[in-house]
């Protein structure tokens, strides 16, 4: 006990002597044990680690090690996980011969993670140094951290110039602080011209870590609002999407969140029905709709060489699934294209699956298109059948289509029906099928 009383000293001794030589002091901190009730105490003790390393670099701060944190309060019988009450901070300030605490907190509330972080004057139990910082995923939280040690850094080296009587004046100072922000001198030069506080850009970047300078210069320059700016934030809403957002002059979220978010709508959809002019949410699910690029399609049908079809020597059940994909951009003008491509499983007393790929062309006006396909059938594992097909039909809503199908081409063999041997030897051989699909 003696030897760490002697050490505490001893720092405390060569701090002064830095001060009083002009040198820039360096606070002796004491970093309590990250405290959260929603994450593992293994994470928050690396995150505690990690927020000592980082405000080593900083040289601003003589960090205390948590190994003599420790034994110090376990020899005042004083919890560490207990450390960071308020009625404790004195004492433990007193038996540390520290002149600052710094106390963090992390808790997820909602979708969000919360990241607080004071730094206190041991002496008068006054706040250095308070910070909030909000992140959506865990894995930022490192970042989180860099990104908040580095504003304290900001801080720190502000308020020692400013206290000390250097000559700098403030626009030196503001300048500094854009620098440490990481502002290039070209950025500086703008964000001087404009009056820029850097404060104000650490307020927005607290909602969100990724907010570089360069952003925040855009948000100057065509004059939008950081009160704005910070509601966008605050819902996660990334500066890429707010930045769009303020082009098309939305100002509020209100109508996404009442409206569109109660549909499970996206942001980007908010701002697409807006930009179209299309306000009610239910209009634009249909107006999206209208843009849909593929189809997944499952039906059924009957397939017969003759009608009607008692008189049929061959007929077959016909299984569809298949795969469209729409070559034109909207699907609800007066035409439309597709390619389509899928598996005929023939069905009687024995199975046939025959892959099949067309092209479909459609005229009409939403929600009723008359539909003509052709196509080639091609199957050469079970015996053999290969046809050309015309398929005329009608398409319903998007989601179901009726159709007429006639193919052409060589016989199919007996596996696919018991009934064939009429048509067996022909070179050539056709039948018909009705299909009704189902399209997803």
Not at 197 to 219: N, W
Not at 227 to 255: D, M, N, V
Not at 405 to 414: E, L, Q, T
Request: proline fraction near 2%; charge should be neutral; glycine fraction near 6%.
């Amino acid at each position: 006990m003696k030897k760490i009383i002697f050490m505490m000293i001893l720092n405390l001794a060569v701090s002064w002597a830095m001060e009083s030589a002009g040198e820039h002091p360096m606070h002796k901190i004491a970093v309590m044990d990250v405290r959260s009730t929603t994450i593992e105490s293994g994470k928050t003790q690396m995150l505690t680690e990690i927020l000592r390393t980082e405000l080593f670099r900083i040289h601003k701060f003589k960090i205390m090690e948590r190994g003599v944190i420790q034994q110090v309060l376990e020899e005042q019988k004083i919890v560490l996980s207990a450390a960071s009450d308020d009625k404790n901070i004195v004492k433990i300030g007193k038996l540390l011969a520290v002149d600052r605490l710094c106390i963090c907190h992390t808790e997820f509330f909602d979708s969000s993670l919360t990241l607080n972080v004071r730094i206190i004057d041991v002496q008068t139990l006054v706040v250095d140094y308070a910070e909030n910082v909000f992140v959506k995923q865990e894995t930022e939280i490192l970042n989180a951290i860099r990104e908040m040690v580095k504003k304290i850094d900001m801080y720190y080296s502000v308020q020692y110039e400013m206290n000390s009587g250097n000559s700098e004046n403030k626009e030196e100072l503001q300048a500094r602080k854009w620098k440490i922000l990481g502002a290039d001198e070209q950025q500086t030069a703008e964000l001087m011209k404009f009056s820029a506080d850097a404060d104000d850009y650490l307020g927005l970047r607290q909602y969100d870590i990724s907010f570089s300078v360069a952003e925040f210069l855009e948000i100057i320059k065509n004059g939008w609002s950081a009160e704005i700016l910070k509601g966008f934030f605050s819902e996660g809403i990334p500066y890429s999407k707010a930045r769009r957002a303020l082009s098309l002059g939305i100002t509020t979220l209100k109508q996404y969140i009442e409206s569109f978010q109660r549909y499970r709508l996206t942001f980007d959809d908010y701002l697409d029905a807006y930009q179209n002019s299309i306000l009610d949410p239910v209009v634009y699910k249909k107006y999206k709709n209208g843009y849909t690029k593929d189809r997944f399609i499952a039906g059924l049908g009957i397939a017969a060489d003759n009608i009607p079809l008692g008189n049929a020597a061959y007929k077959v059940f016909i299984l569809n699934i298949g795969w469209e994909h729409f070559l034109t951009d909207f699907q609800r003008g007066q035409t439309k294209r597709s390619t389509e491509t899928g598996l005929f499983a023939m069905i009687n007393k024995s199975f046939a699956p025959v892959p099949y790929i067309q092209a479909n062309w459609y005229i009409g006006k939403y929600p009723y298109y008359f539909k003509t396909s052709g196509g080639l059938l091609l199957e050469l594992l079970v015996g053999g059948h290969v046809a050309a097909y015309v398929r005329p039909g009608i398409e319903i809503k998007e989601h179901f289509e009726w159709t007429l199908f006639y193919a052409i081409g060589n016989a199919p063999v007996k596996k696919y029906s018991n009934s064939v041997s009429a048509n067996t030897g022909k070179y050539l051989f056709s039948y018909w099928a009705f299909m009704l699909n189902a399209k997803f």
